[in-house]
């Protein structure tokens, strides 16, 4: 797989789009709650109108046709996923907050 593509309607947080980040594949998404917040616009893919067909078919043939774009923008998608959505970044991320707003006996 060169480019992951998810032209949904409605998601909440697309583990799709983060597994295929990791992979450092580039991302062309719907402009949807969930995706945009995952999926930085041409730095680590693209997003695209609801059910606009052509601009999801003009990104697809952008980064199918332009190979070095498309391992750069895999790439900073890679270093985003790492960042942000690492299961470890996250988990400590959740117990600092926890034992943030712990209310102590």
């Known amino acids: 797989m060169d480019i992951f593509c998810l032209p949904s309607w409605r998601e909440g947080m697309p583990r799709s789009i983060i597994e ?6 580039p991302v062309v998404a719907t402009n949807i709650r969930g995706s945009r917040e995952e999926v930085v616009e041409g730095e680590t893919g693209f997003l695209v109108p ?22 750069r923008i895999g790439r900073n998608g890679r270093s985003r996923a790492m960042r942000l959505y690492d299961e470890d970044v996250v988990i400590n991320r ?12």
């Open 50 to 71: 609801v059910k606009n067909v052509n601009r999801l078919h003009e990104k697809l043939e952008y980064l199918v046709n332009n190979p070095e774009i498309r391992k």
């Open 20 to 25: 295929a980040m990791m992979m450092e594949l």
């Open 94 to 105: 959740q117990l600092e907050l926890i034992s943030k707003y712990a209310i102590n006996d």
